[in-house]
């Protein structure tokens, strides 16, 4: 397998370009994933480290000495991860790039499903894999949601209380139509953890736009997509399993969350140059003001949640809600989003779910929010319902 894996006398099909920064823990079982699933696409592999710490080069080396569908670019320092990825993307001789987190298992035929769509689908300019975010395959990610600065204004400041429902009920309705049905889905942006798109694209683009260190980087370069008419895809054939974020650390978390902010407001003030920086202005206000009553008052309430459920058992928590009569199935999600923009959801047949253990020990300390919507086919009916429950960090050093 590992040799149809290397183009002898031909170009790969695929460059898979992977970012590592302290990632030893994940990239020798996601490079053993690739070579599982390749299913005969010709493709290579670039790795791109940034700088890591803890022996992730010297481990990959170790067990992919001999690897001749292998290139490793090792930086002296943390480039972040669209500079990073542009300088994979100069490595690559594949037709198509596919951007891949360390993090992330893919299933059988997800790559030869991705390239497939090129050619089936139209206008198509990139395509992301239906991800999942449980080993049980029952929740899935959902897509970007590319919201413009005043939508935005409302889901970073106390406006979502009052105009949440109105703003962002298009972009809820296509996380419904992407895991209620099983067709190509058209979407507004998908995750750089599995962004494929052709090579000759990327670079007509211009590539990533390194002004952003890491987040939304993905984001900025879908909307450059949609604006040269190309066409972005959810596929529901092509399948991979997120492991996101296990490998952070609370700290870690603090300071991911401050280069988020950042680049969100780098995103708005490059698309909407006056708009976004009065939005820039009011994020930043907002934050300030948040951070400091939370500080004071303890847990933030939002007037979106109907009811509270204190963490459970070790070996879950069952999260129930009424029955709506004319429902043929329940859209269960799960955020510490109070927007619900981004957010796993599952398909639910009955009105109550226990998520166990092995499911929400994967959620960092945090308060999260689970709204269960209704549904007859792909359209909402009756009541949405919404409730909260809370993730503490284990004294033991285990998160739960």
């Given at each position: 397998m590992v040799s149809d894996m290397v183009a002898e006398d031909a170009a790969p099909e695929?460059?898979?370009?992977?970012?590592?920064?302290?990632?030893r823990d994940y990239i020798i079982r996601c490079l053993q994933n690739i070579i599982a699933?390749?299913?005969?696409?010709?493709?290579?592999?670039?790795?791109?480290?940034?700088?890591?710490?803890?022996?992730?080069?010297?481990?990959?080396?170790?067990?992919?000495?001999?690897?001749?569908?292998?290139?490793?670019?090792?930086?002296?320092?943390?480039?972040?991860?669209?500079?990073?990825?542009?300088?994979?993307?100069?490595?690559?001789h594949g037709r198509y790039i596919l951007l891949l987190n360390p993090d992330l298992f893919l299933l059988p035929d997800a790559m030869r499903t991705s390239l497939d769509a090129f050619t089936r689908l139209d206008r198509c300019g990139a395509v992301m894999a239906r991800t999942f975010w449980d080993d049980e395959?029952?929740?899935?990610?959902?897509?970007?949601?590319?919201?413009?600065?005043?939508?935005?204004?409302?889901?970073?400041?106390?406006?979502?209380?009052?105009?949440?429902?109105?703003?962002?009920?298009?972009?809820?309705?296509?996380?419904?139509?992407?895991?209620?049905?099983?067709?190509?889905?058209?979407?507004?942006?998908v995750p750089g953890s599995y962004l494929m798109l052709s090579r000759e694209l990327f670079w007509q683009l211009g590539g990533f736009d390194e002004r952003f260190f890491m987040y939304y980087e993905d984001e900025d370069l879908c909307r450059r997509i949609r604006k040269a008419e190309h066409a972005i895809y959810c596929l529901p054939?092509?399948?991979?399993?997120?492991?996101?974020?296990?490998?952070?650390?609370?700290?870690?978390?603090?300071?991911?969350?401050?280069?988020?902010?950042?680049s969100l407001i780098a995103l708005y003030e490059k698309h909407y140059p006056v708009i976004g920086h009065a939005?820039?202005?009011?994020?930043?206000?907002?934050?300030?003001?948040?951070?400091?009553?939370?500080?004071?008052?303890?847990?933030?309430?939002?007037?979106?949640?109907s009811s509270a459920i204190a963490i459970g058992p070790p070996d879950g928590i069952e999260l129930a809600w009424q029955s709506v009569p004319r429902a043929e199935h329940y859209i269960l999600e799960i955020t510490p989003d109070p927007?619900?923009?981004?957010?796993?959801?599952?398909?639910?047949?009955?009105?109550?779910?226990?998520?166990?253990?092995?499911?929400?020990?994967?959620?960092?300390p945090d308060v999260y929010f689970w709204r269960a919507v209704p549904m007859v086919g792909n359209e909402r009916t009756g009541k949405v319902q919404v409730g909260r429950f809370r993730i503490v960090a284990d004294t033991s050093g285990e998160e739960r």
């Open positions: 695929l460059s898979i370009i992977t970012v590592t920064y302290n990632s699933a390749a299913n005969g696409v010709r493709l290579e592999v670039i790795l791109v480290d940034n700088a890591s710490t803890d022996g992730t080069i010297a481990a990959v080396r170790e067990h992919f000495s001999d690897a001749p569908w292998l290139t490793i670019i090792a930086n002296d320092k943390n480039l972040g991860f669209g500079k990073a990825c542009n300088l994979g993307a100069e490595q690559a395959m029952q929740f899935q990610f959902s897509c970007l949601k590319s919201i413009g600065p005043l939508a935005a204004m409302v889901q970073h400041t106390s406006l979502r209380r009052l105009l949440s429902q109105r703003t962002f009920e298009r972009y809820w309705k296509m996380d419904w139509a992407m895991w209620s049905g099983d067709a190509p889905v058209e979407v507004l942006g054939d092509a399948k991979a399993i997120h492991y996101c974020a296990q490998s952070l650390k609370t700290s870690e978390r603090a300071a991911m969350g401050r280069i988020q902010r950042r939005l820039a202005i009011c994020i930043r206000a907002n934050n300030f003001m948040v951070s400091n009553a939370k500080r004071i008052l303890g847990l933030c309430r939002s007037s979106m949640v927007c619900f923009l981004h957010k796993v959801g599952a398909r639910v047949a009955d009105a109550r779910y226990f998520l166990a253990h092995r499911a929400y020990r994967m959620l960092a």
